[in-house]
Nanobody, 127 residues
């Protein structure tokens, strides 16, 4: 019953915006560090953004800084990734992931063992 369910993906033109949602079911995100990853066909999975368990640090990969914003709504038990000024190179399947009580950072986010993963949601940016 414990799972992450993603929504909000789709296809947009360059410069457009999308907001991804990652809703937790069966557990409370308040106690977890959370990361967003993405993976394009033929490429390795890439860390995009992360938030620590106490929400004292939110970080982004350099390529999305100033364009993407990660946030968490504890009342809704949902984490979001607001994506603005989208570029074709942002095209990928996006995944959220949660790890218990972790101070997730850009330095460690790709090495952590996450307890829960979203199902993945496609974001396509093309003209």
């Amino acid at each position: 019953q414990r799972q992450l369910v993603e929504s909000g993906g789709g296809s947009v033109q360059p410069g457009g915006s999308l907001r991804l949602s990652c809703a937790a079911s069966g557990f409370t995100l308040r106690h977890y560090g959370i990361s967003w990853f993405r993976q394009a066909p033929g490429k390795e999975r890439e860390g995009v953004s992360c938030i620590s368990v106490n929400e004292d640090m939110i970080e982004y990969v350099d390529s999305v800084k100033g364009r993407f914003t990660m946030s968490k709504d504890n009342a809704k038990n949902t984490v979001y990734l607001q994506m603005n000024s989208l570029k074709p190179e942002d095209t990928a399947a996006y995944y959220c992931a949660a790890v218990w009580a972790a101070h997730v950072t850009r330095e460690n986010m790709e090495s952590l063992v996450y307890e829960y993963w979203g199902q993945g949601i496609q974001v396509t940016v093309s003209s």
